[in-house]
Structures are given as C-alpha cells and as structure tokens.
C-alpha cells in the first residue's frame, strides 16, 4: 500500500460529460502529480502541484484541469469527454519537489462509452 | 520530443536466476531516474532511484546501474522469485521539471 488514496476506482460515462477524480495524497507528501496510462500513448504525465500551487504541466489537454486544496487532497477534471479519453488515471505523491520517488495510488479507470 | 525507452518489451526468466532489465534515455538533461514495477490492476510501484552524480545504487535484491556516458539504465533483480512478475517501467526526470518520463514497459515473466 502505497499511502496514496484515489477514488473512485472505476468510472464508467458517456461522450461529453464531466468527472471529477479525486485523490489524497501520502501522510506529510506536498506535492501531486497526475498521470495518464493507455495502450497506445503509456503513461504520460498531465500535471503537479506543489503545496496548492499549480508547479509543472505535461501533456495535459485543455479539457482538463486540477487543483490542490488546502488539505493538499487533489481533483482532476476532465470535461467534453471522448472515447480517446478512456485510460487509467493515476495521482502520485512526493514529500518534496526535486530528487523525490514518487508513490502512486492504484489509479481510477474511466471508461468512455 | 526525447523520451525514455525499453530495449526488449518482454523477459523470460528462470526462477532463481538474474533478471537484468535495460532502459537507454535520450534526454542528456536527465538528472535522476527511478524504476518501478506494475502488477496488473496496480499503480506503479517505487522499487528504486538513483541521481546522475551516481553509477550505481544497491537495495534488496535489487541494483540500478547508470551509465551516463551512453544514456543507459539497469536494473538488476537477484533471484528472481515468482512475485517479481510484472511490467517494470524506467522513467527519468531532468531540467530542473518533476514531471516523469516513462519508458515503454518490460513485461517480466518467471517461468518456473
């Protein structure tokens, strides 16, 4: 168990929707980050956020957005859905910014219908 | 863009025996790189890391070997044992930006 919680685990909606993936981070981490797994593109990284401050953006579409809240749990938004979308969403979590491992939560699969 | 990547996409090994698993970067502002192993259904899980003023970092059972000169990385696993079967991924960060890198995969697979 790698301390990182995220929820829900499995989301199942249809083309032009909006879900909110949530995730908390490990005990004391400051800094989180999402990711984005698929078969074709592997497991890219979208966005960070460090102590409530947006910090770094990837490969994060514009439909997609984040924020920290003070209680450093993160959510990631993720409108005008498309079948491409469909993908395992993973939060990671680091005590720092810099030389840090990061420790991933299980993920969220969302599954566009 | 530069990115991480994986020589072979899958390993077969004996169980008991080494397992050597290759990863070459092409990004040269790469400055710390980290391997992780995934089980299906899981997140990715930190195994170990080392940073670009290293060549070698040792944990149990496993060694990260560096070699900056040809942007190489390893990961040595010593006696492979059943659990250790799984995808394990190399991914790098560099440039003073934390985001990761990931390589494409090694399926490792322990016959026994």
């Known amino acids: 168990d790698s301390g990182v919680t995220q929820t829900p685990k499995h989301l199942i909606t249809a083309t032009g929707q909006r879900v909110t993936l949530r995730c908390s981070p490990r005990s004391g981490d400051l800094s989180v980050y999402w990711y984005q797994q698929s078969l074709d593109q592997g497991l890219q990284f979208l966005i960070q956020?460090?102590?409530?401050?947006?910090?770094a953006k990837g490969n994060i579409l514009e439909r997609f957005s984040a924020q920290q809240f003070p209680d450093l749990h993160s959510e990631l938004n993720l409108s005008s859905l498309e079948l491409g979308d469909s993908a395992l969403y993973f939060c990671?979590?680091?005590?720092?910014?810099?030389?840090?491992?990061?420790?991933f939560g299980d993920g969220t699969r969302l599954s566009i219908l | 863009g530069e990115s991480v990547g994986l020589h072979l996409p899958t390993l077969s090994v004996q169980e008991g025996d080494n397992s050597i698993i290759n990863c070459a970067y092409s990004n040269s502002a790469s400055d710390y790189f980290i391997w992780y192993k995934q089980e299906s259904g899981k997140g990715p899980q930190f195994i170990i890391d080392i940073r670009s003023n290293m060549d070698k970092r040792q944990g149990q059972r496993v060694t990260v070997l560096l070699n900056k000169t040809v942007k190489h990385l390893s990961l040595q696993i010593a006696a492979t044992q059943p659990g250790d079967s799984a995808v394990y991924f190399c991914?790098?960060?560099?440039?003073?930006?934390?985001?990761?890198?990931f390589g494409k995969g090694t399926h490792l697979i322990i016959q026994p």
């Open positions: 990671a979590s680091s005590r720092e910014t810099g030389y840090q491992p990061q420790h």
């Open positions: 956020y460090y102590n409530g401050e947006e910090r």
């Open positions: 991914a790098e960060s560099g440039g003073g930006a934390d985001g990761l890198t």
